[in-house]
């Protein structure tokens, strides 16, 4: 049972850094017709045993995710400040990873404020508004994995690490629904195949906890405190739609491809769900290549998409679902590795000490 969670954690953090890696090459890429079998053949070619390439880069995601998992193996209590050291440390050691265009300032300011309110150089962003993009939830995998077996503590260590970057709570949700669809995947058992309506649901009754809704708020015109349920409802719609030629961009439109995160992380949930069944012109029998695949066919912000929907069929799949040859092909596949044992042994040391 303990080599199946172990398996799971490998799994998600793998999962996420080839959605980094393969989808990297493709971020803004307006999707065209043809896109989808030059995207199979891309992925038959790497999945290839005979297949020598370059090595397919990561980029901030995995970055960012990387401090997120050192954060909690190297201190078991949360230590938010360390957090941030690690996040800007990270930056500066190696800038062109391809951040967000605005995140950067945050790093800066951390550091000539010697990190003196971690919190505060994030509420400055966009005139006080707080960033709403993705970079909350492309990194909040390994939050899921640890906290798993302590829901309430996972959410509160999952906005606090949101927030060193994140405040706007566009930002901070989708980061949420990230870690939930996350740790909702790790639960489930590999044997058993996934109901998509029934996960669907399940995730949006969760939500709806979490999305706290002022019904007298006049100012909520646009429904941002309850966007994310709004577009689980969508999800469930386009899961319940029969295939056509032009459901992909119903998806893109209904749902989104970009950086922001009301409209990208809830699609890496419907890829996710999506690809529970056969999807016209991506030829795999394996789900957790179909999830990736498709994720990267809608265009726009692929890596990132890839890298969530990957967190989350490796969390339900584990390791032994996944292309070692996919895998190989990923920069950092091995410490990955390495990072996701050692946050599962620095959880035994933890319920050890209980
Ligand atoms: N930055 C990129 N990719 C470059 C863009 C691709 C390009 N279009 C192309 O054609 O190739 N990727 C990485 O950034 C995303 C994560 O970003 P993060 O960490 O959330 O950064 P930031 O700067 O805080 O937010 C990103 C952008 O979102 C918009 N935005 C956010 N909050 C806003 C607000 N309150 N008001 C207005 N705009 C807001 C801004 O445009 C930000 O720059 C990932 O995709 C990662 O891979
Ligand atoms: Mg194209
Ligand atoms: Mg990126
Ligand atoms: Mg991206």
Known sequence: ESSLVKSKFRGSLLGSLIGDCLGAPFEGDVVTSGDKIILQKYFDKL????FKGPYKQYTDDTAMMKSVAKFII???EPDYKFLAKLFATEYFSEPKRGYGQN???????????????IYKPATEQFFGSGSYGNGGAMRIAPVALFFHDNYKLMLEVAINTTKITHTN??????ALLQCIAIHQALLMDPENKIDPI???????EKMKELEKVDE????DLDGTSKAYQDSLE???YLLEKEYNDGLDEEVIEKLGNDIRAHKSVPTAIYCFLRAQSEIPKIDTSNIFRRTIQYAISLGGDTDTI???????????LGEDAISPYLAKQCEFYKEVLEMADNLFSSREGVSMKC
């Open 47 to 50: 999945q290839d045993s005979n």
């Open 103 to 117: 995140v950067i300032e945050v790093f800066h300011k951390l550091k000539n404020s010697k990190f003196e309110n």
């Open 74 to 76: 190297d201190k078991p």
């Open 306 to 316: 890839a890298c969530m929907a990957g967190a989350i069929a490796g969390a339900y």
């Open 234 to 236: 969508i999800v469930e």
């Open 216 to 219: 007298d708020d006049e100012y």
């Open 169 to 174: 709570i566009l930002g901070i949700n989708g």
């Open 198 to 204: 029934v996960f669907c649901k399940k995730l949006n």
